[in-house]
């Protein structure tokens, strides 16, 4: 049947008893630590690998960033030189000055621009367009017939145009 029951009096002997069930109980927590290990350098390795997808993802963003950056401030630099040219135009215009005087007008805005242009104007003056050579100035026609003539010829010839 069961074995006799044995007073354990010394320390050498409690150790021998419950030796056994330790070694069970140490070799079944061993397995779980194993596999806790084996879990964990499986997370590592995962947590490894997207970080260096994620790296890479980040590192191709800045380059397309840096990209972006370098297309918008050539675009800007465009969109101001438009506009700058534009105002050139618009000043040149209300003060009367020829379209080609637009390329010697200086300034970074529209009140530097205005003083270049009133500068041009006053050393270049203004200037008529000039006159085609089958037009005839009117004040200068030697009688009213050449007049009406020219009239006539201008409306003729706005006719034909169209």
Known sequence: MAEEFKIIETQEQ???AIKGRLEREKSKYDAQIADLEGKLQK???ELQKQIGELTNALNTAKE???TFDTTIAEKDAKLKEYELRSVKTQVAHELGL???AVNF???SDAEEIRKSAESLK???GTK???LAAAEVPIANANNENAAKDAALRAMVRNLEKK
Do not use: I, R
């Open 98 to 100: 020829s379209y080609e």
């Open 43 to 45: 997370q590592t390795d």
């Open 128 to 130: 008529t367009a000039p």
């Open 105 to 107: 007008l200086q300034g």
């Open 64 to 66: 397309e960033k840096a």
């Open 14 to 16: 409690f150790d021998s």
């Open 122 to 124: 006053e050393l270049v």
